[in-house]
């Protein structure tokens, strides 16, 4: 409700509010608990341009830190995107580590989900692609589906907080935001339980467009962050280079591309060859327009 409210607020009642809400959140973990802790997080975000809520800070702090800590894994899980959403709006590098930690966390639980499945050997444990008939069917089960959309929206929602405090002097170092984001994205295809498909290698440069998007010229050239963007690039177009992978996924690569061209001018030639590449192997009609928008004939 007060997400949606756009009347006149009295600062006594938003306290209120708050405290009602606060008081809520005490005590052990029940059914509906997380709307209400995400709840309180979402509230701030919307009402402290409006309301000064500075003494409630360190209260929602404590609080949320606590309920991440506590042993109900599948409660956790479900606070890991508010909390995110909440530690970029907050710009604070203390919520910031405790959100690489708890998020580290909940990404190794799934992996140790179902422990009596049957695994790959070792030797396939780092396999890039799932090969096997029993491999595709995992990756399209109901459940392998819901851990590869899971893990898509937390890296999507970090990447997305990178993105709004980019351009801020103060808070946490974006530069170790992108690289904590690079190591998530590269996890979806390194996972031996988690089996990805076209969602992740879709996200995969949607992630990658999100971070290299608001940087401007001026800052790339005090701010050397390009090996980052250019490792991205390569591990992506490694993913891409197959005829398997479908249009969509190499449009979005393409892209990519074209910004990282844009951004860093010196990637120029190692991008137009990757690209070439990309249409050797796929030489669709789109795939040579979307090439050709970046400058890219064959």
């Known amino acids: 409700a007060c997400q949606n409210y756009n009347g006149p607020l009295k600062p006594d009642i938003v306290n209120n509010i708050f405290e009602v809400l606060l008081e809520a959140c005490q005590g052990r973990s029940w059914d509906g608990k997380a709307s209400v ?5 979402e509230s701030f975000k919307k009402l402290s341009a409006r309301v000064t809520l500075d003494k409630f800070c360190q209260r929602i702090d404590t609080m949320i830190i606590a309920e991440l800590s506590r042993r109900n894994k599948s409660y956790v899980k479900g606070l890991i995107q ?7 709006f907050r710009n604070d590098q203390k919520l910031y580590e ?3 930690d708890v998020t580290q ?3 190794l639980d799934l992996e140790l989900e179902d422990n009596n499945e049957t695994h790959e050997s070792n030797d396939n444990m780092k396999s890039k692609k799932p090969r096997l008939l029993n491999d595709l069917n995992r990756a399209s089960s109901k459940k392998n589906i819901e851990m590869e959309n899971y893990r898509i929206e937390i890296i999507k929602t ?6 709004d405090i980019l351009h801020e002097e103060k808070g946490i170092n974006t530069n170790n935001v992108i690289k904590l984001v690079f190591e998530f994205m590269k996890g979806m295809f390194e996972s031996s339980k988690i089996l990805y498909s076209w969602r992740s290698e879709l996200a995969y440069f949607d992630v990658a467009i999100l971070l290299i998007t608001p940087w401007t010229k001026t800052e790339v050239s005090s701010n050397d962050v390009s090996h980052i963007f250019i490792d991205i690039w390569k591990y992506g177009h490694a993913l891409c280079n197959k005829k398997e992978v ?8 393409i892209r990519y591309g074209g910004l990282l061209k844009e951004k860093f001018p010196h990637t120029n030639t190692m991008v137009d060859f990757g690209i070439l590449e990309i249409l050797r192997v796929d030489d669709s009609s789109v795939l040579k327009a979307e090439a050709l928008n970046i400058g890219i004939s064959q």
């Not at 970090?158 to 993105?163: E, H, I, N, S």
């Open 82 to 88: 508010p909390f995110a959403e909440y530690v970029f």
């Open 246 to 253: 479908i249009e969509s996924v190499k449009i979005k690569l």
């Open 98 to 100: 405790k959100l690489i």
């Open 37 to 41: 802790v995400s709840g309180v997080l």
């Open 105 to 107: 966390e909940v990404f």
């Open 158 to 163: 970090v990447a997305k907080g990178y993105k």
